[in-house]
């Protein structure tokens, strides 16, 4: 595997440093005008799109393009891209003409052939939205001079999901909440950001279940809204959620998550039998929150990343090959012990 790739997969995704905001994307969702709707295009007509994608951007961009299509990339690897949230479940499966995009020098990912025929993402840190919605903006206004987009004079662009036309453009965070869960806060605050134009979803976005607290929340259909302020609503919100969690966090007993973490850590010292990725997410989100309220010493960034290298596709991505279940709960539970030794409560 080319060496640019695997490290990027590695250190996805950027993650922050704060105590409630993990990542920020911005998405643009565009349409050729020529093609019929990716669920309506031949394998043909797939595969020219991600042709005539490639040369566009070569056509205007020095940025070194990493390529994978999907039909040609390992089962592993996929998996490994859809739990970094590189790729969403849909886009992994084995189709014709579905392919990523990843711009080494600005970070962009471009999808091409998911639900639109392209989907350009920007990822990065809570107060960095304003300078990513400019670094894809730029982008999207020099592919326009290759692409004929589907564009609508009243309605905007035209998108695949009617939520998405006009701007085309979503905002989107995976949050961490666990004191606003704790103090029975979360459904009320819920409440005010779907009022917000806003909607929730789990730790993988549409369709996904949330996982130890874990959200993610993204702006809703914006038909009629500048991209400025889609962005600057959906600041606004995410700030208004993290101030409320840190609220809530004040009227947590330390007690309790003492009492946690030490649970967590006898059953990865005391335990040979290994540990399953979802107790093992638990566990880890548990002592992000000792973090958060100081109970434990450890980089923050450092308990974030660990989360997505025990999932099931890191672990095999990092071995180099297919794992039973019970070798990837053990190897697991070895990295779990190795990488939380100096944690203390």
């Known amino acids: 595997m080319n060496s640019d790739l695997k490290n990027f997969i590695l250190n996805q995704p950027d993650v922050d440093d704060e105590s409630v905001v993990f990542t920020v994307r911005l998405r643009l969702a565009r349409n050729f005008r020529k093609y019929p709707f990716p669920h309506q295009m031949g394998e043909k007509q797939a595969e020219q799109l991600v042709e005539h994608v490639i040369d566009a951007i070569k056509n205007f961009s020095q940025d070194t393009p990493l390529i994978l299509h999907m039909k040609d990339t390992d089962k592993i690897i996929r998996q490994v891209l859809v739990e970094r949230h590189i790729i969403s479940p849909e886009f992994a499966e084995d189709s014709f003409g579905k392919t990523l995009i990843w711009l080494v020098q600005s970070g962009l990912r471009i999808?091409?052939?998911e639900e639109d025929h392209l989907r350009i993402s920007a990822f990065g840190k809570k107060n960095e939205i304003e300078k990513l919605w400019q670094i894809l903006?730029?982008?999207d206004d020099n592919l326009s001079q290759y692409i004929n987009y589907a564009f609508d004079r009243e309605f905007g662009y035209l998108?695949?999901?009617p939520t998405n036309v006009g701007p085309g453009l979503r905002v989107s965070s995976l949050v961490f909440l666990p004191s606003l869960k704790l103090t029975g806060r979360i459904k009320v605050i819920f409440n005010t950001v779907c009022k917000l134009g806003c909607i929730i979803r789990g730790f993988y976005g549409e369709g996904s279940a949330s996982i130890a607290n874990f959200y993610q929340i993204s702006t809703g259909p914006a038909l009629g809204k500048k991209e400025t302020e889609i962005c600057g609503e959906f600041d606004a919100v995410l700030s208004a959620t993290e101030k409320q969690e840190l609220s809530a966090m004040e009227r947590v007993r330390t007690s309790s998550i003492k009492e946690?973490?030490?649970?967590f850590f006898d059953r990865i010292y005391d335990s040979n039998e290994g540990i399953s990725s979802d107790d093992a997410i638990k566990g880890i989100s548990i002592l992000i929150f000792g973090k958060n309220l100081g109970i434990i010493k450890v980089d923050r960034c450092t308990l974030k990343k660990m989360i997505y290298r025990i999932l099931p596709g890191s672990i095999q991505f990092e071995m180099g090959r297919l794992l039973q279940e019970k070798e990837r709960d053990i190897l697991r539970l070895?990295?779990?012990r190795k990488e939380l030794?100096?944690?203390?409560?």
């Not at 946690?260 to 649970?263: D, E, N, Q, R, S």
């Not at 030794?341 to 409560?345: D, E, K, N, P, T």
């Open 137 to 139: 903006n730029d982008f």
């Open 159 to 161: 998108t695949s999901c």
């Open 334 to 336: 070895q990295i779990l």
């Open 260 to 263: 946690l973490i030490k649970k």
């Open 111 to 113: 999808l091409v052939n």
């Open 341 to 345: 030794v100096g944690l203390y409560v």
